[in-house]
Structures are given as structure tokens and as C-alpha cells.
């Protein structure tokens, strides 16, 4: 069984996941790092900082309306933590448009989110 995130690790992911879901951008914001690099996973590649997510995701959810809830944390041998999330996203009018499991790839620098890729979840993982 792989190793657990540190207690303090997995409330700052879940405050962030919560902050996402409510919609409230300054709170996500403050659990990460000033260079935080984050994926585009709705539109491709990557952006850079604060101001940078902020406008990411104003523009997302202008478009969708995605919810993301965390099911299981693992941390990885390289210090990174792996997030087995639950993810819908649903169009304006509420539609579903997708509903599956996928994983997140935190990067945490002295207790701030630095860098988020989205990512398979492992079979290894899968169910844990």
C-alpha cells in the first residue's frame, strides 16, 4: 500500500478542491505557490501564476461547469501526491458532458500547491 500524504498535505488538496467547487477563486489562489504553473485541461498546455489561473478559470467556467472531488490521496516516491478525483463536468444548462474518475499530480513546495497535472489514474491505484 502506498505511503500516505502528510495530514497537513491532504487538508490544504481537500481546501483547495472545496475552494474550486464554491467558485471562490481567492481561496483556491491562496493555497499556491507565487510561480504555480497549472494544466489548461479544458483548452491545452499549461499557464503561470495567480493572475493566470484566475483568468483560466473565469474564462472555464464561463464555458462549463466542471465539479471535482477528491476520493483518495497518495503519495508518491518522488514527494508528489496523486489525487484519485471524481470529476463531472456538465455544460451551462446542466448536462453532463463528462463523468469519470482521473488523477491530479500535486507538486507542493513549504506547504503551497506549485504545479497540478492531470493525469490517468494508475491501475495500481485504481480502488485503493
Not at 10 to 22: G, M, P, T, V, W
Not at 68 to 82: I, M
Not at 90 to 100: S, Y
Request: with cysteine; proline share 8%; glycine share 6%.
Amino acid at each position: 500500500m502506498p505511503n500516505q500524504p502528510k495530514p497537513t498535505e491532504i487538508e490544504l488538496l481537500r481546501a483547495a478542491y472545496a475552494a474550486f467547487n464554491a467558485r471562490d477563486i481567492d481561496a483556491a489562489l491562496a493555497t499556491m505557490t507565487p510561480d504555480v504553473a497549472w494544466p489548461r485541461a479544458f483548452k491545452g498546455g499549461f499557464v503561470q501564476g495567480p493572475q493566470a489561473v484566475r483568468a483560466y478559470w473565469t474564462e472555464q467556467w464561463s464555458e462549463i461547469n466542471p465539479r471535482v472531488e477528491p476520493v483518495a490521496f497518495h503519495l508518491e516516491e518522488d514527494g508528489r501526491v496523486l489525487v484519485e478525483v471524481h470529476q463531472v463536468v456538465r455544460d451551462l444548462t446542466g448536462a453532463v458532458l463528462a463523468d469519470e474518475y482521473v488523477g491530479h499530480r500535486f507538486t507542493l513546495d513549504q506547504g503551497s500547491l506549485q504545479k497540478m497535472e492531470v493525469c490517468p489514474v494508475p491501475a495500481s491505484v485504481d480502488g485503493a
